[in-house]
């Protein structure tokens, strides 16, 4: 059973930075691309970034490329989320995923094990 458990939210100002982490556990970590989606309050849950099991390969989303880094450390199973420049828009619940495969994707299908979530809440 793999199980993911998120740390590292809060709150922030605009303009701040925070760094997510996202401990796995219950299989070969190295193996698998690892990702991020978030949620705000009456929205659908949206892709964020995403990394490859060798975490040669990343991809993200329009809207926070430039500003938000992706990361793994394979000897501490932990994947990372760098968010700088962070704005009121990006308030949200972020969740850790995994599923898999082994190339970075923006698909909720693709992903089935979740972690509980982090809160980030940046203050205008």
């Known amino acids: 059973q793999v199980h993911l458990v998120e740390s590292g939210g809060g709150l922030v100002q605009a303009g701040g930075s925070l760094r997510l982490s996202c401990a796995a556990s219950?299989?070969?970590?190295?193996?698998?691309?690892m990702g991020w989606f978030r949620q705000a309050p009456g929205k659908e849950r949206e892709f964020v970034a995403s990394?490859?099991?060798?975490?040669?390969?990343?991809l993200y989303a329009d809207s926070v490329k430039g500003r938000f880094t992706i990361s793994r450390d394979d000897a501490k199973n932990t994947v990372y989320l760098q968010m700088n420049s962070l704005k009121p828009e990006d308030t949200a619940n972020y969740y850790c995923?995994?599923?898999?495969?082994?190339?970075?994707?923006?698909?909720?299908?693709?992903?089935?094990?979740w972690g509980q979530g982090t809160q980030v809440t940046v203050s205008s």
């Open positions: 990394i490859s099991g060798s975490g040669g390969s990343t």
């Open positions: 219950g299989r070969t970590f190295s193996r698998y691309a």
């Open positions: 995923a995994t599923g898999r495969m082994v190339l970075p994707t923006p698909y909720r299908y693709n992903y089935n094990y």
